[in-house]
């Protein structure tokens, strides 16, 4: 099983980026996905989840109304699309595939099987 991850970069505050993870070695429409991130000195943090469907995108609060979610199971790929981005938001992004993800655990990095390899977003000020 891959994650891909990639879709970072450098960006100033105000800016936008997509990210994408494209996974393979797996039967993607049987995993929940999501992303999450870790800035330096920090413990890594859920940002993002999305059912296998594509249905009921859960975000943390603090990314509600700017990050969107979302994927194309005919190409296997999780995206992550990231307006109005702020310095907090620097960090390396990661994906993750779940399959027995239940609402209470959405959130815990834990439940999940499989990590990309991540990807850095810096956002300047």
């Known amino acids: 099983v891959q994650l891909q991850a990639s879709g970072g970069g450098l960006v100033q505050a105000g800016g936008s980026l997509r990210l994408s993870c494209a996974a393979s070695g797996l039967t993607f429409t049987n995993y929940h996905m999501a992303w999450f991130r870790q800035a330096p000195g920090k413990e890594r943090e859920f940002v993002a989840h999305?059912?296998?469907?594509?249905?009921?995108?859960y975000y943390t609060d603090f990314v509600k109304g700017r990050f969107t979610i979302s994927r194309d199971n005919a190409k296997s790929t999780v995206y992550l699309q990231m307006n109005s981005l702020k310095a907090d938001d620097t960090a390396v992004y990661y994906c993750?595939?779940?399959?027995?993800?239940?609402?209470?655990?959405?959130?815990?990095?834990?439940?999940?099987?499989?990590w990309g390899q991540g990807t850095k977003v810096t956002v300047s000020s």
């Open positions: 999305v059912s296998w469907s594509g249905a009921s995108p």
């Open positions: 993750a595939a779940g399959r027995l993800i239940t609402i209470q655990a959405i959130r815990n990095p834990r439940g999940y099987d499989y």
